[in-house]
Protein backbone atom coordinates (compact mmCIF):
# COMPACT_ATOMS: atom_id res chain seq x y z
CA UNK A 1 0.00 0.00 0.00
CA UNK A 2 2.82 2.60 0.31
CA UNK A 3 3.44 2.50 -2.97
CA UNK A 4 0.05 3.81 -3.80
CA UNK A 5 0.52 6.30 -0.80
CA UNK A 6 1.06 10.09 -1.82
CA UNK A 7 4.55 11.71 -0.77
CA UNK A 8 2.91 14.12 1.37
CA UNK A 9 1.19 11.65 3.17
CA UNK A 10 4.30 9.33 3.37
CA UNK A 11 6.80 12.75 4.92
CA UNK A 12 4.24 14.09 7.23
CA UNK A 13 3.79 10.17 8.92
CA UNK A 14 6.37 8.22 7.87
CA UNK A 15 6.16 4.37 6.55
CA UNK A 16 6.54 2.65 10.00
CA UNK A 17 3.07 4.48 11.07
CA UNK A 18 1.48 3.87 7.60
CA UNK A 19 2.11 0.34 7.37
CA UNK A 20 0.77 -0.13 11.24
CA UNK A 21 -2.44 1.90 10.17
CA UNK A 22 -2.50 0.18 6.77
CA UNK A 23 -2.71 -3.38 8.97
CA UNK A 24 -5.65 -2.26 11.18
CA UNK A 25 -7.50 -1.43 7.88
CA UNK A 26 -10.49 -3.97 6.02
CA UNK A 27 -9.79 -4.15 2.84
CA UNK A 28 -11.46 -7.01 2.60
CA UNK A 29 -15.05 -5.97 0.64
CA UNK A 30 -16.14 -5.21 -2.86
CA UNK A 31 -16.36 -1.45 -3.99
CA UNK A 32 -18.46 0.43 -6.36
CA UNK A 33 -17.51 3.77 -7.57
CA UNK A 34 -20.64 5.75 -7.40
CA UNK A 35 -19.35 9.53 -7.44
CA UNK A 36 -16.13 11.47 -6.97
CA UNK A 37 -15.36 15.55 -5.64
CA UNK A 38 -12.56 17.46 -6.33
CA UNK A 39 -12.12 20.13 -3.12
CA UNK A 40 -8.26 22.37 -3.04
CA UNK A 41 -6.44 19.70 -5.37
CA UNK A 42 -8.07 16.94 -3.55
CA UNK A 43 -10.05 14.09 -5.21
CA UNK A 44 -12.40 12.52 -3.09
CA UNK A 45 -13.60 8.98 -4.99
CA UNK A 46 -16.95 8.31 -3.27
CA UNK A 47 -17.57 4.25 -3.14
CA UNK A 48 -21.18 2.33 -2.34
CA UNK A 49 -20.26 -0.90 -0.39
CA UNK A 50 -21.91 -3.71 2.13
CA UNK A 51 -20.16 -4.32 5.39
CA UNK A 52 -21.78 -6.46 8.52
CA UNK A 53 -24.71 -5.98 5.79
CA UNK A 54 -24.82 -2.67 5.88
CA UNK A 55 -24.87 -0.23 3.18
CA UNK A 56 -21.78 1.98 3.62
CA UNK A 57 -20.08 4.83 1.54
CA UNK A 58 -16.61 4.89 1.76
CA UNK A 59 -14.92 8.27 0.93
CA UNK A 60 -11.28 7.35 -0.55
CA UNK A 61 -9.13 10.98 -0.79
CA UNK A 62 -6.51 10.46 -3.72
CA UNK A 63 -4.27 13.13 -5.42
CA UNK A 64 -2.05 12.16 -8.72
CA UNK A 65 1.63 12.12 -8.86
CA UNK A 66 3.79 11.48 -11.39
CA UNK A 67 0.12 9.94 -13.55
CA UNK A 68 -0.48 7.44 -10.71
CA UNK A 69 -3.41 8.26 -8.17
CA UNK A 70 -2.16 7.84 -4.93
CA UNK A 71 -4.11 7.81 -1.30
CA UNK A 72 -4.13 11.01 0.41
CA UNK A 73 -4.39 11.13 4.10
CA UNK A 74 -4.41 13.81 6.56
CA UNK A 75 -4.71 12.16 9.56
CA UNK A 76 -4.26 8.16 10.39
CA UNK A 77 -7.20 6.66 12.66
CA UNK A 78 -8.37 3.71 12.61
CA UNK A 79 -11.69 2.88 9.17
CA UNK A 80 -10.64 6.94 8.19
CA UNK A 81 -12.20 5.94 4.76
CA UNK A 82 -16.04 5.12 6.03
CA UNK A 83 -18.47 7.79 6.20
CA UNK A 84 -20.33 7.04 9.55
Known amino acids: MLAFTSSRTRKEFGDKHLLAYYRQVD ?19 NYLTTINATSRVVRMPVVVER ?5 YLNEIRHRIFLVE
Open 67 to 71: DTVRI
Open 27 to 45: FGYSLKLKSKTIDNGIIYL
